[in-house]
């Protein structure tokens, strides 16, 4: 054996020249190719090999080392073998790689230097394959590392075929097979990204103790015997710790808040983030917020994810051009939605196909990576869920091969599903209609079979959906569907109201009201205005003043007149009385009067058009206006006939509300005992439909009842359970107003009266806030009562004078 001319190898040893020939020949790899990964010239590489070179350069080792992929002992051998011995001769191996031994194959291709996380991914395929390799009888197939473009399929499976070159001396073959369609190629370890199963079949090894890596885009849930590993993104830390290897840890420590906006726009997809990081690591001086902020514009995102020859773009074209025709047209409209994850129902409307398609075509592209599995329904459907980069390729395409004609037919189609499935979740809940009749928006036909599935639990249907349908409402209206908007806000106002969704409530409410005056359409003006001025000014609700929520209520029934419109009449006229009673009780006792008159008319309104859940709202209404105008024979005439018609259709919440009306008119009647029955019943109602916020006004009145009649203790816990049950970031000054109040009141009695300031004081402060002016001027009053106890007589005089000033107290509460 020789090692250069005229010198031979020790005994037992292999020349370093012979070395690397044999590890080359082996890794399947020209000179040529060689010294290409090396960086070395083909001259340089033939002279090693032939032993003209007495002693190769530690650089040249190292870089033959990356570039035939050694790593662990193999490594460090190689390494030695390029050490001078004593007498000035690059070292041999000692035994390691004898002479007479012809190595196995090597193709893998040099392990990623910057892998990061993956360790549980990592451990699991090694244990499956080194179980073969330590003998197994049999080929293990592994299709172990499947995930969308970009996600670090084919780093992991190199990394693990790394660890594993020992057991496996035979050797180990890589083939990407990409366009390997007509290839012949025998495999005893990685096949990168196959594209079916019939693509890897062919290529299985037979002879027992080989084990098979695939990786894959697709599942492969068809290979016999496969072991399916998903890969998902990278968890944050492992992002960000990624990203502080490619341009150095000290630049993202540096700007922690840039880096974690950068690795988020990336949406931790590992090759975004190796692409970020190959841009920054060639600017050394740019500041990681410049790369973050070229980022944040979503039209340009993809452009800036280009580094050289990585590009996410690209890599996301080869998955989109392995799609089917309908496939694509799938995957660019619905990339057009603002949807968080969605059901496959949502495809058939969009498409304008059936269900069974529709459920085809999205599962299709699942199967490609290109959706990914985010849930599974409560009904056991699978919900989907775009990965933000795909889904800003998904509207690059539409944007490129759509027109604007078919993408409004398809924004159409899918608000028209949305419309068809949120109206009969809303006419299956436990509340009548809170919104005037609606209008002409079309609705999509879907198989009863799937409605009855989807809806068994509407209120689940709509929690599950409550941000989508929102973004369904601005999609509607920017389309120009407000016709659509406005109707689907109206289905779901009952949901919204029932769970005391403030904020989404305003939303979709502001948007639907802006399309409509834009497009002119008043009926759909007048219906959001009628719905906002009613509920808006609710349980203290002050994002509308009660002044503002008295012009849009008058404004909502003079355009209902002039459409001659009478159920929206009765609605506007019904929120009227309701309003009107809530500024006579905290502004102007007078405005009681025209509540009743309004209540009157609505009342006269739906028995003439047969509308019952109106004629039982405008009862309701018109009891509680007689109620605090002491007409209580009256008063409880029209809300025992109010609940006599909510039991006959069926609402439960709106039966909860009528029974906690009937509980004040005996409270206020001097019944403490029916009263505490009924709110009692009231509340077993609330819970079983889980309306915390009727739950814990219940309680609420419940704790006055008990305060009023000395039971102190019992009243301190209702009040406290009250509280918990509210959440703090709820909207709901008036409720925590009330709280406070009552909660001063319970000081004063029980002698405890520097709390009862406290509790008071702030108490006043919020009815302020709120305009309320007769509730403020009745807790100035306590507040006064409680100074003078407390020694304070001047301040006690002062806040008596506030209270004079503002107004004279409305009806008692509960508890008197």
């Known amino acids: 054996m020789v090692d250069r001319p005229g010198r031979q190898a020790r005994p037992g040893q292999v020349g370093f020249g012979e070395l690397l020939r044999t590890l080359r020949e082996r890794a399947l790899v020209s000179q040529e190719e060689l010294a290409a990964r090396a960086g070395l010239s083909v001259r340089a590489i033939g002279n090693l090999e032939q032993g003209r070179v007495a002693q190769p350069r530690g650089e040249s080792v190292r870089l033959l080392a990356d570039a035939l992929g050694l790593v662990g002992p193999e490594r460090q051998r190689f390494e030695d073998a390029g050490r ?15 002479g007479s031994q012809r190595l196995g194959p090597c193709q893998l291709p040099p392990a990623v230097a910057d892998f990061t996380g993956r360790a549980d991914q990592v451990t699991q395929l090694g244990g499956l394959l080194a179980s073969t390799g330590d003998g197994g009888t049999a080929a293990v197939v592994v299709s172990a590392v499947a995930g969308q473009a970009g996600i670090g399929k084919t780093a ?49 090894p037979g002879t027992p103790g080989c084990g098979v890596l695939v990786t894959s885009r697709a599942r492969l849930a068809g290979l016999e015997g496969a072991r399916v590993i998903d890969l998902d993104v990278l968890e944050e830390s492992q992002a960000l710790e990624l990203l502080g290897r490619i341009v150095g840890a000290e630049r993202v420590a540096a700007e922690p808040e840039a880096a974690a906006r950068i690795v988020g726009f990336c949406g931790r997809l590992p090759l975004a983030i190796r692409v970020a990081g190959a841009r920054l690591a060639t600017r050394p001086g740019w500041p990681l917020t410049n790369l973050a902020e070229l980022l944040a514009d979503e039209r340009r995102r993809l452009d800036q994810l280009a580094a050289g020859d990585l590009e996410v773009r690209a890599s996301l074209a080869l998955s989109y051009q392995a799609l089917s025709v309908e496939q694509q047209r799938a995957l660019r409209f619905l990339g057009l939605l603002e949807v968080g994850d969605f059901s496959a129902w949502l495809a058939g409307p969009l498409l ?53 004609e078919a993408t409004r037919v398809a924004v159409a189609g899918v608000t028209a599903g949305w419309m068809a499935l949120a109206e009969q979740a809303d006419a299956r809940l436990p509340v009548t209609a809170n919104v005037v009749s609606f209008g002409g928006a079309a609705r999509w036909l879907f198989p009863r079979a799937l409605v009855e599935r989807l809806l068994a639990d509407p209120l689940a249907w709509f929690e599950l959906e409550r941000a989508n349908l929102l973004a369904a409402v601005r999609t509607a209206a920017a389309a120009g569907l407000e016709e659509s908007a406005w109707e689907l806000v109206g289905c779901m106002t009952s949901f919204l109201l029932l769970r005391s969704y403030w904020a989404t409530l305003d939303a979709v409410q502001e948007r639907a009201l802006a399309a409509c005056r834009q497009a002119g359409n008043r009926r759909g003006e007048a219906a959001i205005l009628c719905a906002r001025g009613g509920h808006l000014t609710e349980a203290g609700h002050a994002t509308v003043s009660l002044t503002a929520g008295e012009a849009m ?17 009765a609605k506007a006229l019904h929120a009227l009385s309701a309003l009107e009673r809530r500024v006579g009780r905290h502004r102007r006792p007078a405005a009681i009067g025209s509540a009743a008159d309004h209540a009157r008319q609505a009342l006269q309104l739906a028995r003439a058009i047969g509308d019952h859940g109106t004629e039982a709202d405008a009862l309701g209404a018109l009891g509680r206006a007689y109620q605090d105008l002491a007409r209580y024979r009256e ?19 709106d039966l909860a509300i009528v029974t906690w009306q009937l509980a004040l008119l005996a409270g206020d009647t001097g019944r403490p005992s029916e009263a505490a029955g009924l709110l009692y019943d009231s509340l077993a109602i609330a819970r079983e439909l889980d309306d915390w916020r009727g739950q814990a006004e219940i309680l609420l009145e419940l704790a006055k009842l008990r305060s009023g009649q000395g039971q102190l203790e019992d009243a ?27 909660l001063g009141r319970l000081r004063s009695r029980q002698g405890r009266d520097e709390q009862a300031i406290r509790h008071l004081t702030e108490a006043a402060s919020l009815w302020k806030e709120l305009g309320a002016h007769a509730s403020q001027a009745r807790t100035l009053a306590l507040l006064g009562d409680a100074l003078a106890t407390a020694g304070h007589p001047d301040q006690a005089s002062t806040t008596r004078q506030q209270a004079r000033a503002l107004h004279d107290p409305g009806p008692r509460h509960l508890g008197g």
């Open 84 to 98: 001078p011995l004593p007498d000035g001769l690059p070292g041999a191996s000692t035994g390691s790689w004898p």
């Open 352 to 404: 304008g196909v059936g269900h069974g398609q529709a459920e085809a075509l999205v599962e299709g592209l699942a199967d490609a990576q290109l959706l990914d599995l985010a849930a599974v329904d409560p009904g056991g459907a699978s919900r989907y869920r775009f990965h933000d980069l795909v889904r800003l390729y998904a509207r690059e395409r539409a944007a490129a091969e759509d027109d604007q």
């Open 156 to 204: 992991l499976a190199i990394r693990v075929a790394h660890q594993l070159r020992d057991r496996f001396p035979d050797g180990q073959l890589y083939v990407n097979l990409r366009g390997a369609q007509q290839q012949s190629l025998p495999a005893t370890l990685v096949l990168d990204n196959a594209a079916s199963e019939a693509q890897v079949r062919p290529l299985l």
């Open 553 to 569: 209520l008058a404004r909502a029934l003079a355009i209902f007149q002039d459409l001659d419109d009478q159920r929206g009449q």
């Open 716 to 742: 301190e816990a209702l009040l406290a359970a009250a509280t918990e049950l509210w959440p703090a970031q709820a909207q709901g000054r008036g409720f925590r107003a009330q709280v406070l109040d009552e």
């Open 635 to 653: 008063a409880a005439t029209a809300l025992q006939e109010a609940r006599r018609l909510v039991e006959q259709l069926g609402a439960r919440r």
